[in-house]
């Protein structure tokens, strides 16, 4: 009960004060920064990983490389990986903590991509060919469709290891939510760490909420077989 | 000190085994416990809880929902969340972790079970199997190398994950990339890092290994496919 | 018409799965190739719109090598049917239909107005077209999948075992589907099966196929059934090939007793009612009992079939029929012994 009081107590104290709203380290503006650093890195990693996955899929080739690494990347500890760059290249630019988001976004996209396009049924591509689309119209017009619950869950699964790294990189410096939490633990504020906790997951929450939504809007409901029955 | 920074083996040898709570040894063990319960537990509660939503179908939804959410958490403020629960104890890092693994691995046991072919399960039945003895050796056996591809995720992203718990003070080898960062010396990242990727690989080789002991007719079929 | 040249495909590791293949599927007929897997006949079909290249010899489509075309834009003339239907599950049954318009660059309401049309055509409800295909049965998918060749109305079909992941039942209604379509539309057909008995009922030529892409015969079945080149093709037409042929014997010079339905007529006499069709056989010994009996028109159904309808009968006689099922005769044991031993000579 005791416990229970001083979280909300914590919460009020962090959300009700006034200085939290505004200036370089107020809510809006570091919340604005984690958005911008996790859409920066996840956009990079798409960028990279999409049409890699989708080349590597299309034509076979590589694709063990690519279940191989990805299971490696799991193993890297991105702590590790924060504090290695950024001992590298120092703390003038995000730059250092940038590179390992990306690192760390690309396998799930690329192997979710590769994994979906490889699967897609090759009776449904030799019925592609055989009607005489040219081969990009048959990644592009049957492939994709099909593989894109899977290249979607990639893209979820990397936003949600970015939006957690992100966090963790505040240990580094970065700006962002995880400010909050890192500062807080440090300085023994435990309502701003109990309140930038709260607003993290609350953000991983609505991320993951948008990418349930895009499921929705772009997967075919032929393919989801989610069909309104008439 | 001496004059310079050592060299990085001679950083191992040195603080390798010092005696203190932050030798590398005592580092390494600290996270296998919290790596290694965290995959138990997860396991233990997943298997249970994956035949229950294959028993009775309608709790798989709302449990695989749950499960999702669950995986959408980022550790770090939920270390922090528990803290005020579990203080600043391995308690703290180990419950994150199981709940994680159960996120992966409850969808790998009901996949598991939902990939024994219907004409097993019947033939079973049809030769007076009772339900448990079909479960235990007819169903979970085909099962296996689903769950234990769950497994391994598991076990590699468990392994890598606890360091993060560093944050809080509890994060086994990943002490070493904090200590690294407040006075800036590289060895102990690079022997952090390959540490626990060697510990992770260590684990995934395990568990590929007794996949091929558990279910040695995966491999035969695979042989003579080719 | 579709001409293979010396055709011959070999792959890397010397795998030959067609040896030096010469045949052609005239224009406006379905030409059958058949034969036990590895004999090449999907091979040999899928060299036609170079889905596979052929390694020698020359594949002519109305004179024009393939070769010489680029494969897509050959393809879009040609229709092509795959054992799954191969339907695209992210698409409405009407857009699958118009793939091949919409990449031809036709005007979309054409191309929709066009796929409405197939969809009755091959006997599918209009009110399917919003559906997606995994809410379809297989035989109506696999109707999908011919509509969907037919769109740009391409004067050439290939099909690839296209009816043979369906029950017996859909099959048989799918072939006769076929049979009706074709007779409408006149396409030049390639149908590759395993199944002989397919192959006879929708073949106007069947090319028997032997393992290791070597053709061993090709026919019309009658042909077929009555002079196997070899024991191969006798084999691959199974025990019951004599039955069988007598699906190619007419029933047009059968001898027919037309003095069965009075009292003098022996054991039986066919009772017949006022507009002249049949109503039953009546014994001697049980006068007021109607037994059953069985049917086919003269000239237009086989010898099978005159065959069955006595077999369906106690009194062993069949009843001959005109087209408005009116009673012309009746072929009994002996009239019926006659023409099978004159098929058995010829």
Not at chain 3, 14 to 24: I, K, N, P, S, W
Not at chain 3, 279 to 307: I, K, N
Request: glycine share 10%.
């Amino acid at each position: 009960m005791n416990l229970l009081f001083s979280f909300f107590d914590w919460l009020a104290g962090f959300f009700g004060n006034g200085e939290n709203w505004s200036g370089p380290s107020g809510i809006p503006m570091r919340l604005l920064e984690h958005l911008e650093f996790s859409a920066l890195a996840l956009a990079l990693a798409v960028l990279i990983a999409i049409p890699l996955g989708l080349l590597i899929g299309h034509t076979g080739r590589g694709g063990v490389i690519v279940v191989i690494s990805a299971n490696l990347a799991r193993a890297l500890p991105t702590l590790g990986l924060l504090v290695m760059f950024v001992l590298l290249m120092g703390t003038a630019s995000s730059l250092p903590v940038i590179i390992p988001l990306v690192l760390l976004a690309v396998p799930p996209i690329l192997v979710n991509t590769f994994e979906g396009i490889k699967g897609v049924d090759p009776d449904l591509r030799d019925a592609a060919f055989g009607m005489g689309l040219r081969g990009p119209q048959v990644l592009g017009r049957v492939s994709v469709p099909v593989a894109l619950p899977l290249i979607l869950l990639g893209c979820r699964l990397a936003a949600i290891q970015v939006v957690a790294t992100t966090t963790v990189a505040a240990y580094t410096g970065l700006g962002g939510l995880g400010r909050f939490v890192i500062d807080g633990f440090a300085t023994k504020d435990y309502s701003s760490v109990v309140g930038g906790s709260v607003l993290i997951v609350l953000f991983a929450l609505v991320v993951q909420a948008l990418f349930a939504l895009a499921q929705r809007v772009t997967v075919s409901p032929g393919v989801s077989r989610r069909v309104k029955v008439r | 000190m001496g004059d310079g920074p050592p060299s990085i083996w001679e950083w191992i040898a040195r603080n390798w085994d010092t005696g203190r709570v932050g030798s590398i040894k005592n580092l390494l063990l600290d996270h296998l416990t919290m790596s290694l319960v965290p995959i138990v537990l997860a396991l233990v509660v997943a298997l249970p809880l994956g035949l229950a939503c294959v028993r009775w179908r309608w709790l798989y939804q709302p449990t695989s929902g749950l499960m999702n959410v669950v995986y959408a958490l980022p550790s770090l403020p939920v270390f922090m969340l528990l803290i005020s629960v579990t203080g600043l104890s391995q308690t703290t890092v180990i419950i994150p972790l199981t709940f994680y693994g159960m996120a992966v691995l409850i969808p790998a046991v009901v996949d598991g079970l939902a990939s024994v072919p219907d004409h097993v399960r019947q033939s079973a039945v049809a030769m007076g199997f009772t339900p448990l003895r079909r479960l235990i050796s007819v169903e979970l056996p085909i099962a296996v190398p689903v769950v234990l591809a769950g497994l391994r995720v598991v076990a590699v992203s468990s392994i890598s994950l606890v360091s993060v718990g560093a944050l809080i003070g509890q994060g086994g080898l990943g002490g070493l990339f904090t200590r690294a960062y407040q006075n800036p010396f590289m060895p102990p990242v690079i022997v952090g890092i390959v540490l626990i990727v060697a510990l992770a690989l260590v684990a995934d080789g395990l568990l590929v290994l007794a996949q091929r002991l558990l279910t040695p007719w995966v491999r035969a079929r695979k042989g003579a496919g080719s | 018409m579709i001409t293979f040249d010396a055709v011959t495909k070999r792959y890397p590791d010397g795998t030959v799965a067609v040896d030096r293949l010469d045949l052609e599927a005239p224009t406006g007929e379905i030409t059958v190739l058949v034969g036990p897997s590895g004999c090449g006949k999907t091979t040999s079909l899928r060299m036609i719109n170079r889905m596979i290249d052929a390694t020698e010899g020359r594949i002519l489509l109305d004179g024009a090598p393939v070769q010489d075309i680029d494969p897509p834009t050959l393809r879009r003339g040609i229709g092509y049917v795959i054992q799954q239907a191969g339907l695209f599950p992210h698409r409405k049954i009407v857009d699958n239909i118009a793939t091949v318009p919409h990449l031809l660059g036709w005007d979309k309401k054409k191309a929709r107005a066009r796929a409405m049309e197939l969809l009755e055509r091959v006997g599918l409800d209009p009110g399917l077209a919003g559906r997606y295909p995994f809410q379809l049965s297989g035989g109506q998918q696999q109707r999908v999948g011919v509509a969907r060749a037919l769109a740009a109305d391409p004067p050439v079909l290939l099909m690839d075992e296209p009816f043979s992941a369906v029950d017996p039942i859909v099959r048989t209604s799918l072939q006769d589907e076929l049979l009706r379509l074709q007779a409408e539309l006149n396409k030049t057909i390639v149908f590759v099966t395993h199944d002989i008995d397919e192959a006879i009922k929708l073949g106007d030529r069947v090319a028997v196929l032997r393992v290791g892409g070597k053709l061993a015969q090709v026919a019309d079945p009658k042909t077929l059934l009555s002079d196997p080149a070899d024991d191969f093709v006798r084999e691959f037409l199974g025990r019951d090939r004599g039955i069988r042929r007598l699906q190619f014997i007419s029933t047009e010079g059968l001898r027919l007793r037309t003095d069965m339905t009075g009292d003098a007529a022996g054991p039986w006499r066919l009772v017949v009612d006022a507009d002249g069709r049949p109503t039953g056989w009546v014994s001697r010994e049980r006068p007021d009992e109607l037994e059953p009996y069985g049917t086919f028109v003269r000239g237009r159904d086989p010898m099978r079939s005159a065959l069955d309808a006595a077999l369906l009968s106690p009194s062993g006689c069949a009843v001959a029929v005109d087209e408005d099922g009116k009673v012309v005769g009746v072929a009994t044991r002996e009239t019926l012994d006659e023409a099978l031993a004159e098929a058995a000579d010829g």
